[in-house]
């Protein structure tokens, strides 16, 4: 069977509501969902659409949930794929795949693409990297170049890329007409992990009145969304495990000193 090259979501349900703070970020990006809404609006007074816009920040920041977000509130097609797949599978054929997906892509417009890892496609050309082979990669890089280039300022399709990267990538991806706007995501600040556990309290079934929402965000500086959201799910597994009828704030903070050793056994192996 074949390699399954990228995933295409219709009828996406994630909204601005599931991603928390990142106010900025949000607002820059609301400007694309009403492009990819009423083109002729714009297109009328004679602007270009942007093609492209690439989310900049740490590992698990939200970058991926906006992205799907733009989707689900535009209602438009989400084709999402990530670049270190992409590189590692499709050894021989990137080139060609990548045409693929703009074609799908166009076929369904509006649309967005999303490109998690672009930096595993997108590093500067000429400078070696560990994995595989370098022209290839940039045979798949200049591909997706020469796509963001034809398709017309009236396709419709909006790619936007992660990279908490962007150091390295080849500045030939972020001229005019390609990816020329920079969004970053930050690691939220206490008041925005206050929001993030707010979200992802939502779906826990029974949590203590006790909780309270501004201590936990005290709690959990240099925490991600994606390390919050984990919290969650662990205090409620360790609260089940204990066969109590609510998640209570013990079980929160059992859950971030499991989180606070799993971070640092990560860093450990790193350096
Ligand atoms: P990576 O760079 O590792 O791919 P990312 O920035 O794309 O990470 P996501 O995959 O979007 O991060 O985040 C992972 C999960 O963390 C999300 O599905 C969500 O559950 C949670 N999360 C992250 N940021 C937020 C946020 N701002 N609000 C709500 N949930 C968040």
Same mark, same amino acid.
Do not use: W
């Given at each position: ?108 417009? *509006?649309?967005?693409?999303?490109? /998690? @890892?672009? !930096?595993?496609?997108?590093? #500067?050309?000429?400078?070696?990297? %560990? &994995? +595989? ?69 939502? *779906?826990?079934?029974?949590?203590? /009145? @006790?909780? !309270?929402?501004?201590?936990? #965000?005290?709690?959990?500086?240099? %925490? &991600? +969304? ?46």
């Amino acid at each position: 069977s074949k390699a399954k090259l990228f995933d295409e979501k219709t009828d996406v349900k994630t909204s601005f509501k599931d991603v928390a703070g990142l106010e900025g970020a949000k607002e820059e990006v609301q400007e694309i969902v009403d492009f990819l809404k009423n083109p002729e609006k714009y297109t009328n007074l004679g602007g270009k659409i942007p093609k492209g816009a690439l989310l900049v920040g740490p590992p698990g920041t939200g970058k991926t949930l906006l992205a799907k977000a733009v989707a689900g509130e535009a209602k438009v097609p989400f084709f999402s794929l990530s670049g270190s797949d992409f590189v590692e599978m499709f050894v021989g054929v990137g080139a060609s795949r990548v045409r693929d997906l703009f074609k799908q892509a166009k076929e369904k417009s *509006p649309a967005i693409i999303f490109i /998690d @890892e672009i !930096d595993a496609i997108g590093r #500067a050309r000429g400078k070696a990297n %560990f &994995s +595989g082979s370098n022209d290839e990669r940039e045979n798949t890089l200049n591909q997706l170049l020469t796509e963001m280039d034809g398709f017309g300022t009236n396709t419709n399709v909006i790619v936007l890329a992660a990279t908490n990267r962007a150091d390295v990538l080849d500045t030939a991806l972020m001229r005019a007409g390609r990816f020329d706007r920079q969004i970053y995501v930050d690691l939220p600040d206490v008041r925005e992990r206050r929001e993030i556990f707010e979200v992802h309290l939502r *779906p826990l079934k029974k949590v203590a /009145d @006790e909780l !309270d929402t501004e201590f936990m #965000a005290k709690q959990t500086p240099g %925490f &991600s +969304g994606a390390d919050i959201a984990n919290v969650c799910n662990e205090a409620a597994l360790i609260a089940a495990r204990q066969g109590k009828s609510a998640v209570g704030r013990q079980d929160f903070l059992d859950a971030v000193d499991r989180i606070v050793g799993g971070l640092e056994k990560k860093n450990k192996i790193i350096t």
